[in-house]
């Protein structure tokens, strides 16, 4: 479907960090330019979990492509997905019977949660990935206080008021702070409901919340969590989930709300791929250019590819999918400019920051370890400056502002016919 003739051609599947980074990059280099994603929107995934809180709306994180990339001749969005890719004829294929021929095609697929095996427990939990995702686990967390408050039955009532987020990580940490936070603040405006009511837990399988900071840091944030009403129960692998039960090696717990963020693998471009050795979580192993050894046409970018740096593979996060986008940006115009291919992709550690409900966060700036008021601050500069336009900047600082200092929540409406439409 590229028209323009004697121009390289660039296909760029997905538009998270990598692919929205390595597609900005690529505008005004001497390319046709096609971008494919399931959805119409960038996501900023790393603020999910407010949106789940009802501290942010959902369009505070979630910036249309086409805004993002602007009117140019050479550039396409196109939602579908790309369900096969022919590499002998360089040609993907998607779900709308439509196909794109590429020089270079860029893949930016992105992880989904991985159930180590137990996909049956899928259907009893929810997920932080996308905007549907968030949406359903806000509409479960404050429908649930609403039934809470109707039903006559006391084991219903706990098991209503009761939330499992499994998973002691930053996203695991940070969904059951923000529970905490805004069960708190509806205790403050519905006399029939108290705090001492709710339960909220979080099962990690390990001795210590937050594995990747350092063993002060977890501690801090087990506290902190503590601090805020979370029941933290290190050391506990979870054996079986069906609705509403969540069963340790240890306890069972009633729970209406049962939210999975214990591990991620790869998605899209494994399958896409399929003829290609996978590594850990089911990533794709990239050379020092971001290139598939087995075809250096395909460069694979964020959760997708494996890149190790000095012997270890880098983390998926958002600081490292945007650099890598950044960085192949710079390469492809090169490529299409007929220069040479030859700067190696330089990681730069830029840090790692988790919040631990309001006002309380853990932080590793340039190896310098920081917790508490200070991190929490430093953590919303950083995630207002990666946000991806002014306009979401400015609705997520001016949601923050009301949320934290005029201690008011304006985005939990329960909507669950919006959530169904996301998809």
């Given at each position: 479907?590229?028209?323009?003739?004697?121009?390289?051609?660039?296909v760029v599947i997905g538009a998270g960090f990598g692919g929205i980074y390595v597609s900005k990059g690529l505008i005004k280099s001497n390319a046709e330019i096609a971008i494919i994603d399931r959805q119409?929107?960038?996501?900023?995934?790393?603020?999910?979990?407010?949106?789940?809180?009802?501290?942010?709306?959902?369009?505070?994180?979630?910036?249309?492509?086409?805004?993002?990339?602007?009117?140019?001749?050479?550039?396409?969005?196109?939602?579908?997905?790309?369900?096969?890719?022919?590499?002998?004829?360089?040609?993907?294929?998607?779900?709308?019977?439509?196909?794109?021929?590429?020089?270079?095609?860029?893949?930016?697929?992105?992880?989904?949660?991985?159930?180590?095996?137990?996909?049956?427990?899928?259907?009893?939990?929810?997920?932080?990935?996308?905007?549907?995702?968030?949406?359903?686990?806000?509409?479960?967390?404050?429908?649930?206080?609403?039934?809470?408050?109707?039903?006559?039955?006391?084991?219903?009532?706990?098991?209503?008021?009761?939330?499992?987020?499994?998973?002691?990580?930053?996203?695991?940490?940070?969904?059951?702070?923000?529970?905490?936070?805004?069960?708190?603040?509806?205790?403050?405006?519905?006399?029939?409901?108290?705090?001492?009511?709710?339960?909220?837990?979080?099962?990690?399988?390990?001795?210590?919340?937050?594995?990747?900071?350092?063993?002060?840091?977890?501690?801090?944030?087990?506290?902190?969590?503590?601090?805020?009403?979370?029941?933290?129960?290190?050391?506990?692998?979870?054996?079986?989930?069906?609705?509403?039960?969540?069963?340790?090696?240890?306890?069972?717990?009633?729970?209406?709300?049962?939210?999975?963020?214990?591990?991620?693998?790869?998605?899209?471009?494994?399958?896409?791929?399929?003829?290609?050795?996978?590594?850990?979580?089911?990533?794709?192993?990239?050379?020092?250019?971001?290139?598939?050894?087995?075809?250096?046409?395909?460069?694979?970018?964020?959760?997708?590819?494996?890149?190790?740096?000095?012997?270890?593979?880098?983390?998926?996060?958002?600081s490292v999918a945007k650099q890598q986008g950044e960085y192949l940006s710079k390469q492809l115009t090169s490529i299409c400019a007929g220069k040479s291919f030859d700067k190696e992709f330089l990681y730069?550690?830029?840090?790692?920051?988790?919040?631990?409900?309001?006002?309380?966060?853990?932080?590793?700036?340039?190896?310098?370890?920081?917790?508490?008021?200070?991190?929490?601050?430093?953590?919303?500069?950083?995630?207002?400056?990666?946000?991806?336009?002014?306009?979401?900047?400015?609705?997520?600082?001016?949601?923050?502002?009301?949320?934290?200092?005029?201690?008011?929540?304006?985005?939990?409406?329960?909507?669950?016919?919006?959530?169904?439409?996301?998809?």
């Amino acid at each position: 479907m590229f028209d323009t003739k004697n121009k390289p051609k660039i296909v760029v599947i997905g538009a998270g960090f990598g692919g929205i980074y390595v597609s900005k990059g690529l505008i005004k280099s001497n390319a046709e330019i096609a971008i494919i994603d399931r959805q119409n929107h960038h996501l900023f995934q790393p603020l999910l979990y407010q949106v789940a809180g009802g501290i942010l709306s959902a369009g505070s994180v979630a910036t249309p492509i086409r805004a993002i990339i602007g009117k140019n001749a050479n550039t396409f969005v196109r939602m579908e997905s790309v369900i096969r890719i022919d590499r002998q004829n360089k040609k993907v294929f998607t779900d709308q019977d439509n196909s794109y021929n590429y020089d270079y095609l860029v893949l930016a697929t992105g992880s989904t949660y991985d159930y180590f095996g137990n996909d049956s427990w899928k259907k009893y939990t929810y997920t932080l990935k996308t905007l549907k995702d968030a949406v359903n686990l806000r509409n479960k967390i404050y429908s649930s206080i609403e039934k809470a408050l109707t039903t006559k039955d006391p084991d219903e009532k706990k098991k209503l008021l009761s939330f499992v987020v499994i998973g002691g990580g930053p996203t695991g940490v940070e969904m059951a702070g923000v529970i905490a936070e805004v069960t708190k603040k509806l205790t403050k405006e519905e006399l029939k409901l108290e705090f001492s009511d709710i339960n909220i837990y979080l099962i990690e399988a390990m001795d210590r919340v937050l594995g990747m900071y350092s063993e002060d840091q977890s501690e801090y944030a087990k506290k902190s969590l503590e601090k805020i009403g979370v029941q933290v129960k290190l050391k506990s692998m979870v054996k079986n989930i069906e609705e509403s039960v969540v069963e340790t090696n240890e306890f069972t717990i009633n729970a209406s709300t049962i939210v999975w963020a214990a591990g991620v693998k790869a998605i899209g471009a494994p399958a896409l791929l399929d003829d290609i050795p996978k590594q850990k979580n089911n990533r794709i192993k990239v050379n020092k250019f971001l290139q598939v050894e087995e075809d250096k046409s395909i460069f694979v970018l964020g959760d997708s590819s494996y890149f190790e740096d000095s012997g270890k593979a880098l983390p998926g996060l958002g600081s490292v999918a945007k650099q890598q986008g950044e960085y192949l940006s710079k390469q492809l115009t090169s490529i299409c400019a007929g220069k040479s291919f030859d700067k190696e992709f330089l990681y730069v550690d830029l840090g790692i920051m988790a919040t631990i409900g309001r006002s309380a966060a853990v932080a590793n700036i340039a190896n310098i370890p920081i917790k508490g008021f200070l991190a929490w601050l430093l953590w919303g500069l950083v995630h207002i400056l990666l946000l991806i336009s002014f306009r979401n900047r400015l609705w997520v600082f001016t949601s923050w502002i009301w949320t934290y200092f005029l201690d008011s929540l304006e985005a939990r409406n329960i909507n669950a016919s919006y959530a169904k439409d996301l998809d």
